[in-house]
T-cell receptor
Framework: GAVVSQHPSRVICKSGTSVKIECRSLDFQATTMFWYRQFPKKSLMLMATSNEGSKATYEQGVEKDKFLINHASLTLSTLTVTSAHPEDSSFYIC???????????FGQGTRLTVV | AQSVTQLDSQVPVFEEAPVELRCNYSSSVSVYLFWYVQYPNQGLQLLLKYLSGSTLVKGINGFEAEFNKSQTSFHLRKPSVHISDTAEYFCAVSKENAGNMLTFGGGTRLMVKP
C-alpha cells in the first residue's frame, strides 16, 4: 500500500505554545487529506477535511483557529495546534486519499502531550 | 449520514481459538466497508475492504469478513488467532464514491491470551 509519513511520533510541549505536525505522502499524489483525533481507548473522530490548494472544512465543534490545517501541496499537509492546552493532549492521525482512490492511507500518528 | 456500531468493546480469546469481531452499519446510500487494525501508538493499517462483488472478502494476516446487506453487517473473522493479533480493530464505512471520509465504529480491543 501507499506510504504516509507523519512526524513527530511524539511531542511534549508547554501550555500556550504551538505545535506543528507534518504528514507526507511518499509515493502518490494526495488530493484529499483527513485529520483525525483519537482519545484514549476511543475511536477516531474526524477533525477536518482538506483538498490541495483550498481551505479545510472543519467538523462541527472543531475550532479552526486552534487547529490550523495547511494542504499546500499534493504530498504535504500540516496540522498546527496553536496555543496548546492540556486538554489538547491526544493522538492525532492524518490520512491521505489519492485521486480515484477508494481507500485512505494513514500516517503513524502523533502523540501530543501538553504540560 | 452513516453510522457504525461495533458491538463488543473488548474480546478476550485464547491463542489458536477462532474469533469474530462484530460490526453493523447504517446508511441511506450504498457504502464501502473497511476493517483496520491499530497497534499501540501507531496509525491504522488496512486489513481488508469490501467495494463490490463477492461478499466474502479475504484480507491480510489470515482475516476475512463477510458483507451481509440484509443484516447490514460486516463481521470480521479469523479461524485461529495468534498473540500478535492483540490490537484494536476498527470497522469503518464510506459513501460509495471516491473521496469521501471514513466513519469509524468505536473499536474492539482483541486480547489474545496464551
Amino acid at each position: 500500500g501507499a506510504v504516509v509519513s507523519q512526524h513527530p511520533s511524539r511531542v511534549i510541549c508547554k501550555s500556550g505554545t504551538s505545535v506543528k505536525i507534518e504528514c507526507r505522502s511518499l509515493d502518490f499524489q494526495a488530493t484529499t487529506m483527513f485529520w483525525y483525533r483519537q482519545f484514549p481507548k476511543k475511536s477516531l473522530m474526524l477533525m477536518a477535511t482538506s483538498n490541495e490548494g483550498s481551505k479545510a472544512t472543519y467538523e462541527q465543534g472543531v475550532e479552526k483557529d486552534k487547529f490550523l490545517i495547511n494542504h499546500a501541496s499534493l504530498t504535504l499537509s500540516t496540522l498546527t495546534v496553536t496555543s496548546a492546552h492540556p486538554e489538547d493532549s491526544s493522538f492525532y492521525i492524518c490520512s491521505f486519499l489519492g485521486t480515484g482512490e477508494t481507500e485512505a492511507f494513514f500516517g503513524q500518528g502523533t502523540r501530543l502531550t501538553v504540560v | 449520514a452513516q453510522s457504525v456500531t461495533q458491538l463488543d468493546s473488548q474480546v478476550p480469546v485464547f491463542e489458536e481459538a477462532p474469533v469474530e469481531l462484530r460490526c453493523n452499519y447504517s446508511s441511506s446510500v450504498s457504502v464501502y466497508l473497511f476493517w483496520y487494525v491499530q497497534y499501540p501508538n501507531q496509525g491504522l493499517q488496512l486489513l481488508l475492504k469490501y467495494l463490490s462483488g463477492s461478499t466474502l472478502v479475504k484480507g491480510i494476516n489470515g482475516f476475512e469478513a463477510e458483507f451481509n446487506k440484509s443484516q447490514t453487517s460486516f463481521h470480521l473473522r479469523k479461524p485461529s488467532v495468534h498473540i500478535s493479533d492483540t490490537a484494536e480493530y476498527f470497522c469503518a464505512v464510506s459513501k460509495e464514491n471516491a473521496g469521501n471520509m471514513l466513519t469509524f465504529g468505536g473499536g474492539t480491543r482483541l486480547m489474545v491470551k496464551p
